[in-house]
């Protein structure tokens, strides 16, 4: 079974431009978690969506977005890019819910000019 | 509020020697916590879970874990480290009902192994 995968790998941009970043779960997964990693806050929660709606959401500002698919693959945008959003952004998928195992991307390595 | 506290930062073993990787947390009600492995430019794996069934938990390569009601702990370890064991470990907790939640990480632990 194929895990998670997250496209792009790495990108670089530079301040006040937005980007998108894509997440495809397991084959079956219906909750799609995204989390920032950075040296400085360690990983953090950004949202959960489940069946198209996200269910939670962490405490990051609303330039932070994202959605879900009717086949469960999830993108979120990050808009008007500040050099603080330089991160790891990770991608968890699992069955229903995020108490249960989450399986985890590679993730994509956003770097901020 | 639910927190994970994990005590060391750093730890260094010599290959062949026990491994203890200390988490506390805190929990209102019997929480669902895991260990999570990091290597570099990876992402993270899954090494065990609790979920209140046993409090000593077994996991892959060889790690354990034991959930401590009465000290709020939950530590990792592992008899015999390996070089392959050198990573970043992360102590999670899962916060929120049943259906809906996130994860609360620790701040990490790296683990050294010396030759």
């Known amino acids: 079974k194929a895990g998670v995968t997250q496209t792009p790998r790495y990108l670089i941009k530079t301040r006040g431009q937005q980007v998108t970043l894509s997440c495809s779960p397991i084959s079956g997964h219906r909750s799609v978690s995204w989390y920032q990693q950075t040296p400085g806050q360690g990983l953090q929660f950004l949202f959960e969506y489940f069946s198209e709606t996200q269910r939670n959401k962490g405490n990051f500002p609303g330039r932070f977005s994202g959605r879900q698919f009717s086949n469960s693959r999830s993108e979120m945008n990050v808009s008007t890019l500040e050099l603080g959003d330089s991160a790891l952004y990770l991608c968890a998928s699992s069955f229903y819910r995020v108490g249960e195992t989450q399986y985890f991307g590679p993730g994509t390595r956003l770097l901020v000019l | 509020a639910q927190s994970v506290t994990q005590l060391d930062s750093h730890v260094s073993v010599s290959e062949g020697t026990p491994v203890l990787l200390r988490c506390n947390y805190s929990?209102?009600?019997?929480?669902?916590l895991f260990w999570y492995v990091q290597h570099p430019n990876k992402g993270l794996q899954l090494l065990l879970k609790y979920t209140s069934a046993a409090t000593l938990v077994k996991g892959i390569n060889g790690f354990e874990a034991e959930f401590k009601k009465s000290e709020t702990s939950f530590h990792l370890t592992k008899p015999s480290a390996h070089m392959s064991d050198a990573a970043e470990y992360f102590c999670?907790?899962?916060?929120?009902?049943?259906?809906?939640?996130?994860?609360?990480f620790g701040q990490g632990t790296t683990l050294q192994v010396k030759p």
């Open positions: 999670v907790v899962s916060v929120g009902s049943s259906n809906t939640g996130k994860l609360i």
């Open positions: 929990s209102s009600y019997s929480p669902s």
